[in-house]
């Protein structure tokens, strides 16, 4: 079976901090793996996936993520957080076959503070 | 611009009531899906559908109906079979349903029951 696990349902950071979302996944399979974001009362905006390829993968506002598979881990960082950056953080692991479903970790709330 | 629409943003449920929640897109994507989101947990899939005229269960899918009449709408249809529909409902489309292609969300409806 395939899972997502998001280590912390709530992180706080001081403005200008690192931030750290961590993510492990359990798959059978090579993963594909996501990134979303969640403003309250708003859809999930995508910040970076990993396919194949480079394992340091780039996204927008300067958040990054690193996929470890002997770790089985996709953790996202920021390396100065910013106010705007409050949100949920949504973690997910794309299935094999089939078709395109994605399997969601159950949110990182990040909250900054001055 | 190309986006995702859903209507209504809230809408109220009466005991016994089915109710419709709409979803629109100009992506000119042949995917849709429909995942409900409750606090505290990530989203689970209700339905999705990979072409017009097809769709599939996802994993919740009791109490709930869809139609895929034409490619740009993909409308949920919760049903009073549905006992506790009180959650908020995220529409996404993808361009193709192969794994790892990205899904694009909607701003989403919360359902509330009266």
């Known amino acids: 079976a395939q899972s997502v696990t998001q280590l912390g349902s709530h992180v706080s950071v001081s403005e200008g901090a690192l931030v750290l979302l961590r993510c492990n996944y359990s798959?059978?399979?090579?993963?594909?793996l996501f990134w979303y974001v969640q403003y309250p009362n708003q859809g999930l905006q995508l910040l970076l996936k990993y396919t194949t390829g480079a394992t340091l993968v780039k996204g927008i506002n300067g958040f990054e993520a690193e996929f470890k598979k002997s770790e089985t881990s996709f953790h996202l960082t920021k390396p100065s957080a910013h106010m705007s950056d409050a949100a949920e953080y949504f973690c997910?692991?794309?299935?094999?076959?089939?078709?395109?479903?994605?399997?969601f970790g159950a949110g990182t709330r990040l909250a900054v503070h001055p | 611009d190309g986006g995702i629409t859903q209507s209504p943003k809230y809408l109220f449920r009466k005991e016994g009531q089915n109710v419709t929640l709409s979803c629109e897109q100009n992506l000119n994507h042949d995917a849709m899906y429909w995942y409900r989101q409750d606090p505290g947990q990530g989203l689970r899939l209700i339905y999705y559908?990979?072409?017009?005229?097809?769709?599939q269960k996802g994993d919740i899918a009791e109490g709930y109906s869809v139609s895929r009449e034409k490619k740009e709408s993909f409308p949920l249809t919760v049903t009073s079979a549905q006992k506790n529909p009180t959650a908020f409902y995220l529409c996404?489309?993808?361009?193709?349903?192969?794994?790892?292609?990205?899904?694009?969300f909607g701003p989403g409806t919360r359902l509330l029951v009266l």
């Open positions: 559908s990979q072409i017009v005229n097809d769709f």
């Open positions: 997910a692991v794309s299935l094999s076959g089939g078709y395109n479903k994605l399997i």
């Open positions: 798959s059978s399979v090579p993963p594909y």
């Open positions: 996404a489309s993808s361009r193709g349903d192969a794994r790892g292609e990205t899904q694009y």
